[in-house]
């Protein structure tokens, strides 16, 4: 058991760029949740995977997110035309279905300038 | 909609001293209920859980927390703290169990810093 990894760790990018993060859950874990952490704050759901399907999203996730999980593995986290208003820490966590318990990865935090 | 209410922001304790981290919770149902710790840059680590049982629940590196329902409470204890210690530490409560969503809502967290 490797635990969650997010890669990559950090990102910087400029306004308007497009950005992709990565996240590796626990391999046998079938639930994939993306979360946004801000300074100061608490993270906030973004939406979550049972194994490929994309159940919730959100309102935080606006259209210029896009979340996929193929073959429910790995899932991918995509931000299309940056704003600074997006720089935060995005956390990944994975769990067993009616297992409450979620394990998160580290994190990416991104920086928009 | 559930949501979770960590009264103090920043919490500073002399090394050795106990400590008490609040957390009170908005939820209709019986929650699940978590505390992590969050070091500079890191990830999550979970302390410790409480889903049903013993409202006394012991964690990881010394600390317990106590679920009141009647008070909508989730406090964290440590006896005596470590200047390792230091970090932030958040609450959360899992949404929705019974119908199979899962996802946390977290309180902004509580900072704490150890005196030497």
């Known amino acids: 058991d490797t635990g969650v990894s997010q890669d990559p760790r950090h990102k910087i990018t400029k306004r308007g760029q497009n950005v992709t993060f990565r996240c590796d859950p626990i391999?046998?874990?079938?639930?994939l949740y993306w979360y946004r952490q801000t300074l100061g704050q608490g993270p906030e759901f973004l939406t979550y995977?049972?194994?490929?399907?994309?159940?919730?999203k959100s309102r935080l996730l606006s259209d210029r997110f896009s979340a996929e999980r193929p073959k429910g593995s790995f899932s991918t986290l995509e931000i299309q035309r940056t704003e600074q208003g997006d720089s935060a820490m995005y956390l990944c966590?994975?769990?067993?279905?009616?297992?409450?318990?979620?394990?998160f990865g580290p994190g990416t935090r991104l920086l928009v300038l | 909609a559930q949501s979770v209410t960590q009264p103090d922001i920043h919490i500073t304790v002399s090394e050795g001293a106990s400590l008490e981290l609040r957390c009170n919770y908005s939820?209709?149902?019986?929650?699940?209920l978590f505390w992590y710790v969050q070091s500079p840059g890191q990830g999550l680590q979970l302390l410790l859980k409480?889903?049903?049982?013993?409202?006394l629940v012991q964690g990881i590196k010394g600390f317990e927390a106590e679920f009141k329902r009647s008070q909508s409470s989730f406090n964290l204890r440590k006896p005596s703290v470590h200047w390792s210690d230091a970090a932030e530490y958040f609450c959360?409560?899992?949404?929705?169990?019974?119908?199979?969503?899962?996802?946390?809502?977290f309180g902004d967290g509580t900072t704490l810093t150890v005196k030497p």
């Open positions: 995977f049972q194994n490929e399907a994309q159940l919730e």
């Open positions: 939820y209709g149902a019986t929650p699940y």
């Open positions: 959360a409560v899992v949404e929705d169990h019974n119908t199979n969503a899962g996802k946390s809502t």
């Open positions: 391999s046998e874990h079938n639930r």
């Open positions: 409480y889903f049903s049982g013993d409202t």
């Open positions: 966590a994975s769990s067993l279905v009616l297992r409450e318990t979620q394990y």
